[in-house]
């Protein structure tokens, strides 16, 4: 696996309605919009750092980065480690095979075991840091986008 991992948020409202109609609010409006876009990415991205599993070597947590795009119109919080998707994800049946039709030998319990065919090692349940981070942050970001309005 490679690339980035990107979970999509869909925007609401209140923010939808403020990114398209930028253009039409006076200049102090739009830099408190995209002031309001930019601080937003930079939550979600701090949150999703905090809710993701820490592993041995750290890289998905480290992984974790914000940018803005389309003249600060949009954030953007993606994960770059490449078992991402897996965290966030989780998996299904994971198998184990032995080498062209031989014994398999690996340990279980404390103890040498060994099989001949497939050794299913079990699910990963998804551990949604992305989601989560943005979904506790969502209602200050719109409470934010709001009082940039008035």
């Not at 965290?87 to 075991?113: A, C, H, N, P, Q």
């Amino acid at each position: 696996m490679s690339g980035a991992f990107t979970v999509r948020v869909n925007m609401g409202a209140v923010i939808s309605k403020a990114v398209r109609d930028i253009d039409s609010y006076d200049a102090e409006k739009q830099k408190r919009i995209r002031q309001v876009i930019a601080d937003g990415t930079k939550a979600v991205r701090d949150r999703a750092v905090q809710a993701a599993p820490k592993g041995p070597t750290g890289k998905l947590r480290k992984g974790i980065r914000s940018s803005l795009v389309g003249d600060g119109r949009e954030g953007i919080v993606t994960s770059t480690a490449p078992h991402s998707a897996l965290v966030e994800l989780g998996t299904g049946d994971r198998l184990t095979y032995s080498r062209k039709g031989r014994i398999l030998k690996f340990t279980w319990k404390g103890r040498v075991r060994y099989r001949k065919g497939p050794v299913n090692t079990g699910r990963m349940k998804p551990q949604r840091f992305l989601r989560k981070a943005a979904d506790q942050e969502w209602p200050r970001i719109v409470r934010h986008m709001e009082d940039a309005l008035k």
